[in-house]
């Protein structure tokens, strides 16, 4: 169809602005300089994506289709000026958890784009990822026209409107551009849902594939910029001063650092030290407090460790920060048994009321930990944080004898291979050595891998424990082509995980990926095998027979370095180092045991309402306190 030459060419106006914006250095300098007018007449796509520039958000993950390509239209033009970039992905769930990576780690805002229906239900699955770790990212699909002239093709086929937009809300905060002029509401509300300081979360614009061309005069000074939002804190010192007074009375005090105090370390440690309290984490927080400091006793809850689920089950008081309180943290409930009172400082009401007997300090982590901490005085010597180190050395004397397990004979590989906690110890290690980022994936890797892990600062590692999202690892990976300022990542990956995303092979290829996924490869749902053991002494279709080469299967993809990871130690250090030394995306491949052996796992050390184990577990949850 070809234009009609008595009316304006989008086009040629939006690539007339784009190249003001990229010559101003940006849409704020542009307007301040006087070159791009206050009012503009432009279609709904590029109103979005001046919009979503206004606040800081250039960079999209996108896999287009016909729901989605006049949008696509528009970013091409500003591609080509310099004003954004589009990685063109091949599924719609690694995108997602790319975008999740790209924010969560580098803290960049930014965009993922399907089309309509399948794509869009990827993507929205995916999503699942940044909405149950707190991270905001822009979900942009296509939906069906607003004319109603028949099912548009990938709709839901059901005489509803809106039906997607439901769906999307259901996930986070949604908004349907069924009007053009709706543009600034509708970034108005996804700007405060992607970079809510206490509970960020995807945030959903859909775009009927008619509204997208259609015009409309847009007021670019009107169009909302990122929230600045104050640090918050309780407005007296009741709250505090009963706070303090409770932690004057404890003498067995333990802090639960959630995965809400990642980039509040200093605060943490200053409450900690104050308090005398031994610091218990969850999955997402490794790294809070360094972890050779004494009163760092590792992870806690239905995975947990010796000497985290000791800490929580012996304290007398206990003090929450930036927790859900997910059941994978707290035991379904029944983690903190002796716990008498409750101090829990979050940004979010619900979450600082979340137990019963709770003094709730709202607001900023940084500021409220640090106004309790000036109100403590020193700490009593006790026999407290002893008994905390006794087991705290404890656990580290059970995980080295499975660190310096030799290989197990395994089998289903019919040889001896590496026991899995060797294994990702080793590659830990080696992470730490080079500075390199560490991404785990969903499933036995993940629950090995947050147990092992040995940070001294958040943001070396990433777990993601929210969604337990398997391919999630391998996908973020991609997230360092486009990031500002890359850092070198692993990632680490069960033979289930990875399969659930290799597009990765031909994404960080083609994108420019520096960084390495190792495989761990046990043949088999390792996490579930054990569950399924543990509750009822068998094994149910977890396994299959089919072997995978996966060395090969990664090196068919041209600029992959595919590497072996051997049987034993020394093979496993040369293959990372082997793989470290490629300028770009490596692989490594490493078998590892599954068995009746106990040092292939590190075990679990709390109690969790699954299976034929709830009965116990809400039986103890009905009679606590808290």
């Known amino acids: 169809m070809m234009l009609d030459p008595n009316k304006p060419d989008p086009r040629a106006e939006a690539r007339a602005r784009a190249r003001i914006i990229a010559k101003a250095g940006g849409l704020s300098a542009a307007m301040a300089n006087g070159s791009l007018p206050k009012l503009i007449d432009c279609t709904l796509s590029e109103a979005l994506v001046l919009g979503l520039l206004k606040q800081g958000v250039a960079k999209y993950f996108a896999i287009f289709g016909h729901g989605s390509t006049d949008l696509g239209d528009v970013l091409r033009v500003y591609e080509e000026e310099g004003v954004t970039r589009t990685v063109n992905c091949r599924n719609e769930v690694e995108m997602a958890h790319a975008a999740t990576a790209l924010r969560w780690q580098y803290g960049e805002g930014c965009a993922v784009v399907t089309s309509i229906g399948p794509g869009a239900l990827q993507a929205m699955a995916g999503s699942l990822a940044a909405a149950s770790n707190g991270v905001g990212v822009y979900h942009i699909y296509g939906d069906e026209t607003t004319f109603g002239e028949g099912y548009n093709m990938q709709q839901v086929p059901k005489e509803e409107q809106s039906l997607f937009g439901r769906m999307t809300a259901a996930m986070g905060q949604s908004y349907v551009l069924h009007t053009p002029e709706a543009i600034r509401d509708a970034l108005r509300r996804g700007a405060l849902c992607v970079n809510h300081p206490y509970r960020a979360g995807p945030f959903f614009l859909l775009l009927p594939l008619n509204t997208q061309p259609a015009r409309l005069t847009l007021n670019l000074a009107a169009l909302p910029a990122t929230p600045e939002l104050p640090k918050l804190a309780p407005a007296d010192d009741s709250s505090l001063d009963q706070a303090a007074a409770l932690i004057g009375k404890a003498s067995r005090i333990a802090i639960k650092a959630g995965g809400g105090t990642r980039g509040h370390d200093a605060a943490v440690r200053r409450l900690a030290e104050a308090s005398g309290a031994a610091v218990v984490l969850s999955p997402g927080s490794t790294g809070v407090l360094p972890d050779t400091h004494p009163q760092n006793m590792h992870v806690g809850g239905s995975k947990g460790s010796i000497s985290g689920n000791y800490a929580m089950a012996e304290a007398d008081l206990l003090i929450v920060i930036g927790s859900r309180a997910v059941c994978q943290a707290d035991c379904s409930g029944i983690g903190y048994k002796k716990a008498q009172a409750v101090i829990n400082i979050n940004g979010d009401l619900a979450d600082a009321l979340h137990y019963n007997k709770t003094v709730a300090l709202t607001g900023d982590i940084s500021v409220v930990a640090e106004r309790l901490a000036q109100k403590l005085s020193p700490p009593k010597a006790g026999d407290w944080l002893a008994a905390c180190a006794a087991k705290k050395q404890e656990w580290a004397d059970y995980k080295q004898a499975r660190y310096s397990c030799p290989p197990l004979a395994d089998a289903v590989w019919g040889r001896p291979v590496l026991p899995q906690p060797a294994a990702i110890k080793i590659v ?144 496993l250090r040369a293959a990372l180092k082997e793989a470290r030394a490629y300028d770009g995306f490596s692989v490594v491949h490493v078998p590892v045991y599954s068995g009746p052996d106990e040092r292939g796992g590190l075990g679990a050390w709390g109690q969790w309402n699954v299976g034929n184990w709830c009965e116990d577990v809400q039986g103890e949850w009905v009679r606590q306190d808290l």
């Open 428 to 571: 830990a290690d080696f992470a730490k050595s080079v500075g390199a980022a560490k991404f785990f994936d969903a499933g036995d890797v993940q629950a090995n891998g947050f147990q092992i892990v040995e940070d001294d600062r958040t943001g070396d590692t990433y777990t993601e424990t929210g969604a337990s999202y398997m391919g999630f690892a391998a996908s973020a990976l991609l997230a360092s082509a486009v990031a500002e300022t890359p850092r070198y990542g692993i990632a680490f990956s069960g033979d289930g995980s990875f399969m659930m995303n290799p597009q990765i092979l031909i994404d960080a290829v083609e994108h420019g990926v520096r960084g390495m996924l190792v495989i761990f490869d046990n043949r088999r749902m390792a996490a579930i095998t054990g569950l399924q053991h543990a509750q009822y002494n068998t094994e149910f279709k977890t396994n299959d027979a089919v072997a995978v080469d996966y060395r090969q299967l990664a090196a068919a993809v041209t600029g992959v370095k595919a590497v072996f990871g051997g049987d034993d130690a020394d093979a």
